[in-house]
């Protein structure tokens, strides 16, 4: 008997009998992964970083400190950041490993290091994940953190929740787009992204993607997950917004013909920052894996490229190095 949708509301556009789907068409054709996994090895792509793998690491990475009291936000790499709101601790996609693969052999490989360990977090109340690709859900990771914070609040979307306990979690909260998880003045909110859902050969968009919303009484920060971009997505600081902090991802886009209705180029990441009002904008998902065409180093120039094609450089959008962090009371007086 094929498998069905337990969560399934006919009522919802992106519900389907067989799973989730997004709102808008896919550009892709049957044949097309085969076609670009081909053009990428007769190429030799991705090339390394301009200056070589050693330099980019020394420009852009450095060990996140975690003293002090503030409330402020990290970013460990990737699409993994850390939150301390009021002294608690929020951890959002954090893939920590050697690799974004399920075989300790293969698969993309850690260009980077993480800036920081499990270990060395002083507590850890809440883990969002937006999907169950392995370069956002990291099964050792996830293993780490319940081992040490075993009463750590994991809120996942539609789908992930019997995952979690499989694997020894006490509290998993699981949300459907446009729902809210409210915890003592924290809400967390699961908005819609433009993705896709897949960790094994017959699982493929069982489980939801989606970003999220975390408001407290310092933040109100939309972290958009991994997404392609759709002018759908403006809904979201529409009704939630306005953001005095956001993470959008510019990284794993080309080839843009084959990349463009998961993930997000510079262009249209500069886009979306300006619908949204020009709030302090963190720039994810580049900096640690090879998942696509283009070079390690070349997000980051894009995006100044970008902002620059945009004129609209002043400066609440640019590149931060993986494990640098900024204080939130800083992020709030310069928005307002």
């Known amino acids: 008997m094929a498998w069905q949708n337990p969560w399934y509301d006919g009522s919802k556009a992106h ?20 076609r670009w996994r081909k053009e990428r090895k007769a190429a030799g792509l991705p090339f390394p970083p301009q200056a070589g793998y050693d330099d980019f690491q020394t420009r852009w990475w450095q060990r996140a400190d975690l003293s002090g009291v503030d409330d402020r936000v990290w970013w460990l790499g990737h699409a993994a ?50 999907h169950n690709h392995y370069d956002h859900l990291d099964s050792a990771t996830v293993r780490r953190i319940i081992r040490r914070f075993p009463d750590v609040t994991f809120v996942v979307p539609l789908g992930l929740q019997g995952w979690f306990t499989r694997r020894g979690a006490r509290h998993v909260r699981q949300l459907d787009w446009w729902q809210s998880l409210e915890q003592e003045e924290l809400s967390l909110t699961a908005v819609p992204a433009r993705h896709w859902s897949m960790r094994t050969l017959y699982d493929r968009n069982r489980s939801l993607w989606c970003g999220w919303v975390v408001r407290s009484q310092t933040l109100n920060f939309w972290f958009s997950g991994d997404s392609g971009f759709s002018e759908n997505l403006a809904e979201i600081p529409r009704r939630l917004g306005p953001f005095n902090l956001a993470a959008l991802p510019i990284g794993a886009y080309a080839p843009k013909w084959f990349m463009q209705s998961s993930h997000m180029d510079p262009d249209h990441a500069v886009s979306l920052w300006r619908v949204m009002g020009q709030p302090l904008t963190l720039p994810i998902h580049w900096g640690v894996f090879e998942l696509a065409d283009e070079s390690l180093d070349e997000p980051p ?23 640098e962090s900024r204080a939130l009371q800083n992020i709030t007086q310069e928005n307002s």
């Open 15 to 34: 519900h389907t009998p067989e799973g989730f789907r997004n709102l808008e068409p896919d550009p892709r054709q049957p044949g097309d992964l085969d």
């Open 81 to 130: 950041m850390l939150l301390r709101l009021s002294q608690r601790y929020l951890l959002i996609d954090p893939a920590l490993s050697t690799r974004a693969s399920p075989l300790p052999f293969a698969g993309p490989k850690r260009k980077t290091p993480p800036p920081l360990r499990i270990h060395d977090l002083p507590r850890l109340d809440y883990v969002l994940i937006s």
């Open 301 to 323: 120039a894009e995006l100044s490229r970008a902002i620059q094609r945009s004129g609209e450089d002043n400066g609440r959008f640019a590149a931060w190095r993986i494990g």
